[in-house]
């Protein structure tokens, strides 16, 4: 499946962002989506990921602070982030795979955006 993330940019600390996963190719609906970033330096990281039946999970330092969602007939996923702060600032990536559950290991997924860039300013 190819992806295609946007929605990324500039935004004081505290603000929000909604970040968006559209998808074409193959079957949508049948691929676990996730969103990944990675910051300079930093190994590429889990941020969220939701099943094709909704499942959702969260690394520990957004969960309370962002939601992952996916609308099937779209082919679309999003991340939601509110509170943002400094240390959000990274590459988000979008990602998909087959196996039935949110994988935190990016080296299971097999498709993958291009990245769209987050900055959040102090």
């Known amino acids: 499946v190819q992806l295609q993330a946007s929605g990324g940019g500039l935004v004081q600390a505290g603000g929000s962002l909604r970040l968006s996963c559209a998808a074409s190719?193959?079957?949508?609906?049948?691929?676990?989506m996730a969103w990944f970033r990675q910051a300079p330096g930093k190994q590429r990281e889990l941020v969220a990921g939701i099943t094709s039946s909704g499942t959702t999970k969260y690394t520990d330092s957004m969960k309370d602070r962002c939601t992952v969602s996916r609308d099937n007939g779209k082919n679309t996923m999003y991340l939601q982030m509110n509170s943002l702060k400094p240390e959000d600032t990274a590459v988000y990536y979008c990602a998909a795979q087959r196996i039935n559950r949110v994988l935190v290991s990016a080296t299971l997924y097999e498709d993958w955006g291009q990245g769209t860039h987050v900055t959040v300013s102090s």
């Open positions: 190719g193959r079957t949508f609906g049948g691929y676990v």
